[in-house]
């Protein structure tokens, strides 16, 4: 046997010091052996953004004019790589000319969904300088989401450097004018070549981008929602706090029903109590007057079946800076919601995300019935609420560079 084989040899190699120890030849052995099995004299390499290689794309792509701009259609001339092997670590980081992948058919990410990804934004000031939103963010959720479905970590400050180098690199590609940005897509896969189930033993991060404009190109458009409980999107527990590929998927057949019924997206709903949880790919979130009398914003709190969102967070920061109305963070039920619509107590509700910011709620139908959520009643051309409106601006205003913002939210690139 291999071992045995191996355990003679180090008794062999190491007789004249073995008959000077006090050890027996055969422990001697072992201590050897356990040495070259378990041991390393270098820790594994980590990302390491002074590493990078830069080898752009000679073959430039045409731009498109910002109103020809469709969410995901088009991408840059360049993407950002770098690969991970168990033992040796990560590799070094290249931006090269923007292609298909070469993975092997048996590539655990096509068998096994060992795949997960961020959304951010890259942003142009009026000064012509390149603004990432609250990277450290995606980069932490990003470490999360990996590790969730056993892939490797990774340093998040040295991801943020390489992406600032894409971003220069492909610079270009940032269109001008509030609403615009570069969608940045990344991602990291498990490229391990088995059919065996356990955690990957290669992996890959790739950047991608993608120039978008606004999501509502002729303003709000307030969105119809079919509440849903027979399918459910996440539970405790699961993974439904991760931006995994395996969130995903098995939600476009409910929101293909829900589109054929009328409906733009579905109110997810958990529990035998019809518990509130996301709307579509987006955090909810409700403003009303709760039981108390209280000016109440309120989304579902993080129990491990939310997805912890940027935008959800800075909403509620600045909610809370603001000062203005309770900010709450808990479980709401539809019959919450439904003996607040009766009773007159809904005054806005909205979905929040990156590719959005906020998309206002005009309609939920839940149990046969509809509940009609009031927009604006000051303008009823307007398809959005003061607060919708307000906090789509704010943060619209950081991302831009024309407010400061809170530290650390706006990173000059």
């Known amino acids: 046997m291999f071992v045995n084989r191996v355990m003679r040899q180090a008794i062999k190699v190491n007789h004249a010091f073995t008959s000077a120890s006090s050890l027996s030849p055969s422990r001697q052995a072992a201590k050897i052996l356990s040495t070259r099995f378990y041991s390393s004299t270098t820790q594994p390499a980590p990302l390491d953004a002074s590493k990078l290689q830069i080898n752009p794309s000679k073959n430039l792509k045409a731009l498109q004019e910002n109103n020809q701009l469709v969410f995901g259609k088009t991408f840059t001339d360049n993407m950002l790589i770098v690969e991970w092997e168990a033992g040796k670590g990560w590799g070094t980081p290249q931006i090269k000319e923007y292609g298909k992948l070469q993975l092997e058919p048996s590539a655990v990410v096509f068998h096994y969904s060992f795949e997960c990804f961020e959304g951010m934004k890259a942003y142009k000031d009026k000064n012509g300088k390149t603004r990432l939103f ?23 400050e040295e991801l943020t450097k390489l992406i600032k180098e894409f971003l220069k690199v492909d610079d270009r590609w940032i269109p001008k004018g509030r609403g615009y940005s570069l969608y940045l897509r990344p991602t990291m896969i498990g490229t391990q070549e088995s059919l065996g189930v356990g955690a990957s033993n290669k992996a890959m ?77 987006m955090n909810c979130f409700v403003y009303w007057k709760n039981e108390q009398g209280e000016n109440e914003l309120v989304t579902p709190d993080l129990d491990g079946s939310i997805l912890p969102g940027v935008t959800r967070d800075s909403i509620l920061s600045l909610a809370r800076q603001w000062g203005e109305f309770k900010v709450s963070e808990r479980k709401f039920t539809m019959k919450d919601l439904v003996k607040a619509d009766k009773e007159g107590r809904i005054i806005e509700m909205f979905g929040a995300g990156t590719a959005c910011i906020v998309c206002p709620i005009k309609k939920i139908h839940y149990d046969g019935q ?44």
């Open 134 to 156: 609250r990277p450290d963010l995606n980069m932490a959720r990003f470490n999360r989401s990996a590790q969730r479905i056993a892939l490797p970590g990774f340093d998040g």
């Open 370 to 413: 509809d509940i009609h959520v009031p927009l604006d009643p000051s303008d009823k051309t307007s398809q959005a609420g003061k607060l919708t409106k307000r906090i789509n601006n704010a943060i619209m205003d950081i991302q831009y560079g024309d407010v400061e913002g809170p530290k650390g939210w706006s990173v000059v690139v």
């Open 205 to 281: 991060i790739f950047v991608i981008a993608s120039p978008v404009g606004p999501y509502f190109p002729s303003g709000f458009n307030a969105v119809n929602l079919l509440a849903t409980s027979e399918k459910v999107r996440a539970w405790p527990g699961g993974t439904g706090d991760a931006k995994i590929g395996g969130n995903y998927a098995p939600c476009i057949k409910p929101q293909l029903d829900a589109n054929k019924e009328g409906f733009q997206q579905n109110l997810w709903l958990f529990g035998h109590d019809h518990q509130v949880t996301e709307v579509g790919t």
